[in-house]
């Protein structure tokens, strides 16, 4: 993965600036960041006295430095998150300023209440939400229909297994995963144990109960993920390449599917040879196949929410910046746009990208959201989730010694 930006001066300041914000984003449009960096310089300007310090990375570069970056000295003030046990493990590390008081009121009412409680821990709140997420199954339907295969018939788990064989048949590539960033294979094993014990295996597993993450419906799930991976359906390499090279692999019209979360509408464009994606007569989507016999109602998805949390010693106009930035008007631009489906009440309608748009729609009547395994696990267990989906991919291990080494983590853990 490359990084985006270095530390960012946004513009020139009076004598009189006295304050920076220090501001780290996990991004990949480059559109969506070049218009958060103008977002700060309508603030900056508003406020003579603020400057900005920003820092673009990619996911696990991202993930990576963060980790050293709040043990300094030196930390940054805003940072990126996706809530779930990451979230947790900070907070009670001390690490993070808590912003309830300042949140009430106006400003949390103005957003999803689900969205505030996702970037709450024990009752208090420690950031604002920005946008949310939905995994979904994302195809090209030209290179369907070269391979006969119909849209639909890719809602059941067989159905997408067959449409692999046919591609393949057909000569084209099935799918592109960045396995080198490891949640990406994840998130197809999470979405399938998801569908196979819903929400209550999951549940369950995190209290302890019962045989946990080495119990039948993570057991299940690990088989189901071993029947597409012995189809060999991945690119060659794919262990090598990333999420965003996946993505432009897709956004090139090379492969046909692709499990990811919605920001891939802009991650295939903008990480595609020409920075068009596909057509969007060619671009469709579906929910994560359903599998025989599962527990999980059809609209259960795996997502969840994203925004940024305050760390602690970070400066009032820290949080003052991202009132602003999480603002109705903001994050209608961002709606316009077609960067994220905001965490903004109302902000969604101003969706202009269809499939944003239908993800947003179908995202609202969802029946549960399950946060991505890799954040809600925590640093530790989640690392250990997204190796063991690796591992799988690879053939290093068997379906039963993935919820094993999960759960052994997770005793660990605790």
Do not use: C
């Not at 359906?233 to 090598?240: E, M």
């Not at 961002?334 to 269809?354: D, H, T, W």
């Amino acid at each position: 993965m490359t990084v985006l930006g270095s530390a960012l001066l946004l513009s020139a300041l009076p004598a009189t600036a006295q304050t920076t914000i220090r501001w780290f984003i996990s991004e990949s449009t480059p559109d969506a960041t070049v218009w958060q960096r103008d977002v700060a310089r309508r603030y900056q300007e508003a406020n003579p006295n603020v400057r900005f310090n920003i820092e673009v990375m990619s996911g696990e570069p991202y993930k990576a430095k963060l980790t050293t970056s709040l043990q300094s000295n030196d930390r940054p003030h805003l940072i990126y998150t996706w809530g779930g046990g990451v979230m947790f493990a900070q907070a009670e590390a001390g690490l993070l300023q808590d912003i309830t008081d300042r949140m009430r009121g106006p400003w949390a009412e103005s957003l999803n209440q689900g969205a505030v409680e996702a970037l709450s821990h024990r009752g208090r709140i420690y950031g604002a939400p920005s946008h949310q997420t939905m995994v979904a199954l994302f195809y090209n339907r030209r290179l369907l229909a070269q391979a006969g295969v119909e849209p639909e018939s890719l809602r059941t788990w067989d159905g997408m297994l067959e449409a692999v064989r046919k591609l393949r048949a057909a000569g084209i590539q099935p799918f592109s995963v960045g396995g080198s960033d490891k949640w990406p294979l994840n998130m197809i094993w999470a979405s399938l144990s998801l569908r196979v014990g819903g929400r209550q295996a999951f549940e369950a597993a995190l209290a302890r109960q019962g045989q946990g993450f080495a119990g039948p419906d993570f057991l299940r799930a690990s088989g189901l993920f071993k029947q597409l991976i012995d189809l060999n359906p991945f690119q060659r390499g794919f262990l090598g390449d990333t999420a965003p090279q996946a993505a432009g692999q897709f956004g090139d019209g090379r492969v046909a599917l692709q499990v990811m979360g919605n920001w891939f509408v802009n991650t295939q464009r903008s990480q595609s040879a020409n920075q068009q994606g596909l057509a969007e007569a060619d671009f469709g989507w579906l929910p994560f196949p359903e599998v025989p016999g599962g527990r999980a109602a059809s609209n259960d998805v795996v997502g969840g929410v994203n925004g940024f949390l305050v760390t602690r010693g970070a400066p009032p106009e820290a949080v003052d910046f991202l009132r602003f930035y999480t603002s109705p008007a903001i994050q209608r631009e961002a709606a316009e746009r077609g960067f994220f489906i905001p965490a903004s009440r109302g902000a969604g309608e101003a969706l202009q990208n269809r499939t944003l748009r239908e993800i947003a729609a179908y995202l609202s009547r969802a029946a549960y959201v399950q946060n991505f395994y890799d954040q809600m696990l925590g640093p530790s267990v989640g690392r250990v989730a997204n190796d063991t989906s690796a591992d799988l991919a690879v053939g290093r291990i068997t379906p039963r010694q993935v919820g094993r080494l999960i759960q052994e983590a997770w005793e660990l853990e605790q």
